[in-house]
Protein backbone atom coordinates (compact mmCIF):
# COMPACT_ATOMS: atom_id res chain seq x y z
CA UNK A 1 0.00 0.00 0.00
CA UNK A 2 3.25 2.09 0.74
CA UNK A 3 4.83 1.65 -2.63
CA UNK A 4 1.59 2.56 -4.59
CA UNK A 5 0.42 5.23 -2.50
CA UNK A 6 3.75 6.99 -2.98
CA UNK A 7 3.24 6.95 -6.21
CA UNK A 8 -0.27 8.56 -6.53
CA UNK A 9 1.21 11.39 -3.90
CA UNK A 10 2.94 13.65 -6.54
CA UNK A 11 -0.39 13.53 -8.35
CA UNK A 12 -2.97 13.65 -5.24
CA UNK A 13 -4.98 16.59 -7.18
CA UNK A 14 -5.98 14.90 -10.03
CA UNK A 15 -5.97 11.47 -8.31
CA UNK A 16 -8.79 13.36 -5.57
CA UNK A 17 -10.60 14.97 -8.72
CA UNK A 18 -10.71 11.71 -10.37
CA UNK A 19 -12.24 10.00 -7.51
CA UNK A 20 -15.01 12.69 -7.09
CA UNK A 21 -15.75 12.15 -10.70
CA UNK A 22 -16.09 8.67 -10.88
CA UNK A 23 -18.22 8.76 -7.81
CA UNK A 24 -20.40 10.97 -8.80
CA UNK A 25 -21.10 9.90 -12.36
CA UNK A 26 -22.00 6.68 -11.16
CA UNK A 27 -23.65 7.45 -7.84
CA UNK A 28 -25.42 10.80 -8.56
CA UNK A 29 -27.61 11.34 -5.68
CA UNK A 30 -24.91 11.52 -3.80
CA UNK A 31 -23.88 14.91 -4.72
CA UNK A 32 -25.54 16.39 -2.03
CA UNK A 33 -24.18 15.03 0.20
CA UNK A 34 -21.08 17.07 -0.49
CA UNK A 35 -20.18 20.81 -0.40
CA UNK A 36 -20.84 23.18 -3.18
CA UNK A 37 -17.02 23.60 -4.01
CA UNK A 38 -15.02 20.29 -3.58
CA UNK A 39 -11.87 21.88 -3.41
CA UNK A 40 -11.23 21.81 0.68
CA UNK A 41 -13.35 18.57 0.27
CA UNK A 42 -10.51 16.69 -1.74
CA UNK A 43 -7.65 18.11 0.48
CA UNK A 44 -9.66 16.80 3.59
CA UNK A 45 -9.82 12.94 1.73
CA UNK A 46 -6.09 12.78 0.27
CA UNK A 47 -5.01 14.00 4.02
CA UNK A 48 -7.10 11.47 5.80
CA UNK A 49 -5.58 8.61 3.17
CA UNK A 50 -1.99 10.04 4.41
CA UNK A 51 -2.32 9.76 7.40
CA UNK A 52 -4.00 5.97 7.01
CA UNK A 53 -1.26 4.61 4.72
CA UNK A 54 1.49 6.19 6.42
CA UNK A 55 -0.42 4.75 10.02
CA UNK A 56 -0.67 0.90 9.19
CA UNK A 57 1.98 0.48 11.51
CA UNK A 58 0.67 2.11 14.45
CA UNK A 59 -2.99 0.32 14.78
CA UNK A 60 -3.73 2.05 17.91
CA UNK A 61 -3.91 5.42 16.97
CA UNK A 62 -5.01 4.48 13.47
CA UNK A 63 -7.90 2.98 14.70
CA UNK A 64 -8.61 5.91 16.96
CA UNK A 65 -8.71 8.08 14.37
CA UNK A 66 -10.97 6.24 12.32
CA UNK A 67 -13.52 5.92 14.92
CA UNK A 68 -13.64 10.15 15.13
CA UNK A 69 -13.56 10.23 11.52
CA UNK A 70 -17.16 7.60 11.03
CA UNK A 71 -18.26 9.39 13.76
CA UNK A 72 -18.15 12.39 11.95
CA UNK A 73 -19.63 10.79 8.82
CA UNK A 74 -22.92 10.77 10.62
CA UNK A 75 -23.44 14.91 9.90
CA UNK A 76 -23.37 14.35 6.19
CA UNK A 77 -25.98 11.36 6.18
CA UNK A 78 -22.86 8.68 5.64
CA UNK A 79 -24.92 5.23 5.90
CA UNK A 80 -23.05 1.61 6.17
CA UNK A 81 -23.88 0.86 2.41
CA UNK A 82 -22.39 3.97 1.21
CA UNK A 83 -19.17 2.48 2.34
CA UNK A 84 -19.34 0.37 -0.54
CA UNK A 85 -19.89 2.64 -2.88
CA UNK A 86 -16.99 5.23 -1.80
CA UNK A 87 -14.61 1.84 -1.49
CA UNK A 88 -15.14 0.99 -5.35
CA UNK A 89 -14.64 4.65 -6.29
CA UNK A 90 -11.62 4.59 -3.94
CA UNK A 91 -9.85 1.07 -5.62
CA UNK A 92 -10.88 2.44 -9.05
CA UNK A 93 -8.85 5.73 -8.38
CA UNK A 94 -5.66 3.83 -7.00
CA UNK A 95 -5.63 1.08 -9.90
CA UNK A 96 -5.79 3.86 -12.11
CA UNK A 97 -3.20 6.39 -10.83
CA UNK A 98 -0.39 3.50 -9.31
CA UNK A 99 -0.77 1.60 -12.56
CA UNK A 100 2.72 1.50 -13.14
CA UNK A 101 3.23 -0.50 -9.79
CA UNK A 102 0.29 -2.28 -9.45
CA UNK A 103 -0.49 -5.86 -8.99
CA UNK A 104 -2.83 -8.26 -7.51
CA UNK A 105 -1.02 -7.99 -4.17
CA UNK A 106 -1.77 -4.77 -3.88
CA UNK A 107 -5.85 -5.17 -4.85
CA UNK A 108 -6.12 -7.47 -2.13
CA UNK A 109 -4.27 -4.99 0.25
CA UNK A 110 -5.88 -2.20 -0.12
CA UNK A 111 -9.56 -4.00 -0.68
CA UNK A 112 -8.51 -5.54 3.12
CA UNK A 113 -7.38 -2.57 4.34
CA UNK A 114 -10.31 -0.41 3.16
CA UNK A 115 -12.67 -3.59 4.45
CA UNK A 116 -11.31 -3.04 7.82
CA UNK A 117 -10.90 0.37 7.87
CA UNK A 118 -14.50 1.42 6.81
CA UNK A 119 -15.92 -1.66 9.55
CA UNK A 120 -14.26 0.48 12.04
CA UNK A 121 -16.01 3.90 11.14
CA UNK A 122 -19.56 1.96 10.53
CA UNK A 123 -19.38 0.39 14.28
CA UNK A 124 -18.53 4.00 15.90
CA UNK A 125 -20.89 5.42 14.24
CA UNK A 126 -23.60 2.98 15.06
CA UNK A 127 -22.40 2.73 18.51
CA UNK A 128 -22.25 7.44 18.64
CA UNK A 129 -26.10 7.01 17.49
CA UNK A 130 -27.02 5.35 20.73
CA UNK A 131 -25.93 8.11 22.83
CA UNK A 132 -25.75 10.94 20.95
CA UNK A 133 -27.61 13.42 17.85
CA UNK A 134 -25.91 13.59 14.54
CA UNK A 135 -25.53 17.03 15.34
CA UNK A 136 -26.69 19.83 17.93
CA UNK A 137 -28.07 23.29 16.58
CA UNK A 138 -26.35 26.07 18.66
CA UNK A 139 -28.24 29.86 19.37
CA UNK A 140 -25.44 32.34 19.25
CA UNK A 141 -26.01 34.81 22.15
CA UNK A 142 -22.51 36.21 21.99
CA UNK A 143 -20.43 37.68 19.38
CA UNK A 144 -17.62 40.26 20.63
CA UNK A 145 -15.30 41.58 17.35
CA UNK A 146 -11.98 41.47 19.63
CA UNK A 147 -10.28 42.93 16.05
CA UNK A 148 -11.27 43.16 12.14
CA UNK A 149 -10.85 39.47 11.76
CA UNK A 150 -11.46 38.03 14.93
CA UNK A 151 -14.73 37.48 16.49
CA UNK A 152 -15.40 35.54 19.97
CA UNK A 153 -18.53 33.58 20.08
CA UNK A 154 -20.09 32.23 22.66
CA UNK A 155 -23.33 29.85 21.52
CA UNK A 156 -25.76 27.47 23.51
CA UNK A 157 -26.84 24.38 22.47
CA UNK A 158 -29.86 23.13 22.50
CA UNK A 159 -28.53 19.78 24.45
CA UNK A 160 -26.00 19.17 26.60
CA UNK A 161 -23.14 18.56 24.27
CA UNK A 162 -20.33 16.64 26.07
CA UNK A 163 -16.41 17.52 24.90
CA UNK A 164 -13.00 17.66 26.99
CA UNK A 165 -11.28 20.42 27.10
CA UNK A 166 -9.28 21.10 24.07
CA UNK A 167 -11.16 19.64 22.17
CA UNK A 168 -13.28 20.74 18.67
CA UNK A 169 -16.12 21.14 16.96
CA UNK A 170 -17.01 21.39 13.55
CA UNK A 171 -19.77 24.37 12.46
CA UNK A 172 -21.67 24.75 9.60
CA UNK A 173 -23.29 27.98 9.39
CA UNK A 174 -27.09 28.92 7.58
CA UNK A 175 -24.69 31.12 5.04
CA UNK A 176 -23.25 27.73 3.33
CA UNK A 177 -24.59 24.50 4.34
CA UNK A 178 -23.11 21.34 4.16
CA UNK A 179 -20.10 22.85 4.24
CA UNK A 180 -18.40 22.26 7.99
CA UNK A 181 -14.84 23.26 9.35
CA UNK A 182 -13.35 22.73 12.55
CA UNK A 183 -13.17 25.10 15.17
CA UNK A 184 -11.76 24.77 19.06
CA UNK A 185 -13.68 25.25 21.81
CA UNK A 186 -12.32 28.07 24.13
CA UNK A 187 -13.36 26.92 27.28
CA UNK A 188 -13.66 23.41 29.88
CA UNK A 189 -16.94 22.48 30.27
CA UNK A 190 -20.02 24.79 32.07
CA UNK A 191 -23.03 24.45 33.74
CA UNK A 192 -24.77 26.33 31.44
CA UNK A 193 -23.85 24.13 28.73
CA UNK A 194 -22.17 27.61 26.68
CA UNK A 195 -19.55 27.08 24.57
CA UNK A 196 -16.89 29.65 23.11
CA UNK A 197 -15.09 29.85 19.94
CA UNK A 198 -12.14 32.01 19.17
CA UNK A 199 -12.64 32.65 14.89
CA UNK A 200 -10.35 34.42 12.53
CA UNK A 201 -12.01 34.93 9.53
CA UNK A 202 -9.32 33.72 6.58
CA UNK A 203 -8.97 34.77 3.08
CA UNK A 204 -11.26 32.62 1.02
CA UNK A 205 -12.50 30.83 4.37
CA UNK A 206 -16.14 30.62 3.65
CA UNK A 207 -17.20 29.26 7.18
CA UNK A 208 -14.83 31.53 9.02
CA UNK A 209 -15.88 34.70 7.19
CA UNK A 210 -19.23 34.19 7.90
CA UNK A 211 -19.15 33.45 11.45
CA UNK A 212 -16.82 37.07 11.77
CA UNK A 213 -18.52 38.94 9.60
CA UNK A 214 -22.04 37.84 9.11
CA UNK A 215 -22.82 35.96 12.13
CA UNK A 216 -25.18 37.96 14.79
CA UNK A 217 -26.73 37.23 18.20
CA UNK A 218 -30.03 35.26 17.91
CA UNK A 219 -28.85 33.61 14.90
CA UNK A 220 -28.21 29.50 15.07
CA UNK A 221 -25.36 27.12 13.77
CA UNK A 222 -25.43 23.73 13.72
CA UNK A 223 -22.09 21.94 15.53
CA UNK A 224 -21.14 18.56 14.75
CA UNK A 225 -19.58 16.00 17.63
CA UNK A 226 -16.47 16.81 19.10
CA UNK A 227 -13.15 15.58 18.65
CA UNK A 228 -9.34 15.87 18.89
CA UNK A 229 -7.15 14.02 21.37
CA UNK A 230 -4.98 17.48 23.26
CA UNK A 231 -7.09 17.12 26.00
CA UNK A 232 -6.18 17.75 29.66
CA UNK A 233 -2.97 15.85 31.69
CA UNK A 234 -3.72 13.05 33.73
CA UNK A 235 -0.59 14.19 35.83
CA UNK A 236 -0.29 16.71 37.94
CA UNK A 237 3.25 17.83 35.85
CA UNK A 238 4.02 21.48 35.71
CA UNK A 239 2.65 22.65 32.01
CA UNK A 240 3.80 24.97 29.66
CA UNK A 241 1.36 25.93 27.16
CA UNK A 242 2.44 28.03 23.65
CA UNK A 243 -0.46 29.39 21.45
CA UNK A 244 0.00 31.48 18.40
CA UNK A 245 -2.90 33.47 17.27
CA UNK A 246 -6.59 32.22 17.81
CA UNK A 247 -4.30 29.38 18.62
CA UNK A 248 -4.89 30.35 22.12
CA UNK A 249 -8.61 28.92 21.89
CA UNK A 250 -7.50 24.90 23.10
CA UNK A 251 -4.86 26.30 25.26
CA UNK A 252 -7.07 28.63 27.21
CA UNK A 253 -9.97 25.61 28.03
CA UNK A 254 -6.97 23.37 29.26
CA UNK A 255 -5.77 25.90 31.13
CA UNK A 256 -9.17 26.77 33.05
CA UNK A 257 -9.78 22.93 33.44
CA UNK A 258 -6.27 22.45 35.05
CA UNK A 259 -6.77 25.36 37.24
CA UNK A 260 -10.55 24.95 38.49
CA UNK A 261 -10.47 21.46 39.20
CA UNK A 262 -7.06 20.73 41.64
CA UNK A 263 -7.46 22.40 45.12
CA UNK A 264 -3.43 23.27 44.71
CA UNK A 265 -3.17 22.59 40.78
CA UNK A 266 0.32 22.54 39.11
CA UNK A 267 2.06 25.09 38.28
CA UNK A 268 0.92 26.52 34.48
CA UNK A 269 3.15 28.96 32.28
CA UNK A 270 1.05 30.55 29.01
CA UNK A 271 3.01 31.94 26.60
CA UNK A 272 0.97 34.24 24.33
CA UNK A 273 2.16 34.51 21.17
CA UNK A 274 0.98 37.63 18.06
CA UNK A 275 2.68 39.92 15.74
CA UNK A 276 1.49 43.01 17.51
CA UNK A 277 -0.23 43.79 20.98
CA UNK A 278 -2.94 44.99 19.18
CA UNK A 279 -3.43 41.23 18.02
CA UNK A 280 -3.22 40.08 21.77
CA UNK A 281 -7.45 40.06 21.54
CA UNK A 282 -7.76 37.94 24.88
CA UNK A 283 -4.91 39.28 27.18
CA UNK A 284 -7.06 41.31 28.98
CA UNK A 285 -9.76 38.09 29.97
CA UNK A 286 -6.23 35.92 30.43
CA UNK A 287 -4.83 38.55 32.80
CA UNK A 288 -8.34 37.90 34.92
CA UNK A 289 -7.83 34.69 35.39
CA UNK A 290 -3.74 35.13 36.16
CA UNK A 291 -5.03 37.16 38.70
CA UNK A 292 -7.34 34.86 40.31
CA UNK A 293 -4.81 32.02 40.13
CA UNK A 294 -1.54 32.80 41.38
CA UNK A 295 0.36 29.59 39.79
CA UNK A 296 -0.78 30.55 36.34
CA UNK A 297 1.66 32.82 34.84
CA UNK A 298 0.87 34.24 31.29
CA UNK A 299 3.79 35.75 29.44
CA UNK A 300 2.56 38.12 25.79
CA UNK A 301 5.04 37.99 23.26
CA UNK A 302 5.09 39.95 20.41
CA UNK A 303 7.44 39.61 17.20
CA UNK A 304 6.63 42.82 15.00
CA UNK A 305 6.68 45.49 17.56
CA UNK A 306 10.36 47.17 18.40
CA UNK A 307 8.63 49.21 20.92
CA UNK A 308 7.14 46.46 22.91
CA UNK A 309 7.80 46.40 26.38
CA UNK A 310 7.46 42.51 27.07
CA UNK A 311 8.48 40.12 25.77
CA UNK A 312 9.98 40.16 21.96
CA UNK A 313 10.52 37.60 19.45
CA UNK A 314 8.96 34.60 17.80
CA UNK A 315 7.26 32.42 19.71
CA UNK A 316 9.59 29.14 19.29
CA UNK A 317 12.66 31.32 19.93
CA UNK A 318 11.04 32.79 22.89
CA UNK A 319 10.53 28.95 23.90
CA UNK A 320 14.24 28.40 23.72
CA UNK A 321 15.18 31.58 25.30
CA UNK A 322 13.23 30.62 28.55
CA UNK A 323 13.72 26.79 28.82
CA UNK A 324 14.51 24.36 30.48
CA UNK A 325 11.11 22.69 29.94
CA UNK A 326 11.75 18.77 30.54
CA UNK A 327 9.75 17.70 33.34
CA UNK A 328 6.71 19.42 31.75
CA UNK A 329 3.40 19.01 29.67
CA UNK A 330 3.34 20.85 26.49
CA UNK A 331 0.91 21.92 24.88
CA UNK A 332 1.58 23.69 21.49
CA UNK A 333 -0.90 25.26 19.10
CA UNK A 334 -1.13 27.84 16.13
CA UNK A 335 0.21 27.84 12.67
CA UNK A 336 1.90 24.94 11.27
CA UNK A 337 5.61 26.59 10.81
CA UNK A 338 5.01 27.91 14.11
CA UNK A 339 3.93 24.42 15.72
CA UNK A 340 6.34 22.82 14.08
CA UNK A 341 9.36 24.74 14.93
CA UNK A 342 8.52 25.34 18.34
CA UNK A 343 8.18 21.33 19.15
CA UNK A 344 11.86 20.88 17.15
CA UNK A 345 13.35 23.21 19.62
CA UNK A 346 11.90 21.27 22.65
CA UNK A 347 12.74 18.04 21.57
CA UNK A 348 16.09 19.65 21.04
CA UNK A 349 16.10 21.21 24.92
CA UNK A 350 15.41 18.17 25.95
CA UNK A 351 11.25 17.51 25.96
CA UNK A 352 10.75 14.01 24.89
CA UNK A 353 8.21 13.91 22.38
CA UNK A 354 5.55 11.94 25.00
CA UNK A 355 5.36 15.29 26.71
CA UNK A 356 4.36 17.44 23.68
CA UNK A 357 0.74 17.73 22.84
CA UNK A 358 -0.63 19.15 19.75
CA UNK A 359 -4.00 18.94 18.00
CA UNK A 360 -4.72 17.81 14.46
CA UNK A 361 -7.69 18.91 12.35
CA UNK A 362 -10.29 15.78 12.48
CA UNK A 363 -9.81 14.83 8.96
CA UNK A 364 -6.52 15.39 8.18
CA UNK A 365 -5.71 18.17 5.71
CA UNK A 366 -2.64 19.13 3.71
CA UNK A 367 -2.24 23.01 4.49
CA UNK A 368 -3.32 25.35 6.77
CA UNK A 369 -3.11 25.70 10.46
CA UNK A 370 -3.50 23.94 13.25
CA UNK A 371 -6.28 24.31 16.08
CA UNK A 372 -8.80 25.25 13.51
CA UNK A 373 -8.04 29.05 13.47
Not at 238 to 267: F, Y
Not at 298 to 323: C, H, T
Request: hydrophobic share 40%.
Amino acid sequence: MKESFAVIEPVADKAAAYFYGRLFAENPHMRAMFPPAMDTQRDRLFGALTRIVWSLDSLDGLSSFLGELGRGHRRYGVLPEHYTTLGNALLATVRRFAAEVWSPEMEAAWLAAYTAAADIMITSAEEDARTSPAWWTAEVIGHELRAPDIAVITLRPGEPLPYLPGQHVDVQTARWPRVWRPFSIANAPRRDNTVRLHVRAVPGGWVSSALVGHTRIGDTVTLGAPGGTMTPPERGRDILCVAGGTGLAPLKAIVEHVITSDATPPRVRLLYGARTSRELYDLPDLMRMRSRVPRLEVVPVVSDEPRYGGERGRLPEVVDRLRPWAGHEVYVCGPDDMVEETILRLQRGGVPPADIHRDRPQEGRRRGAHCHT
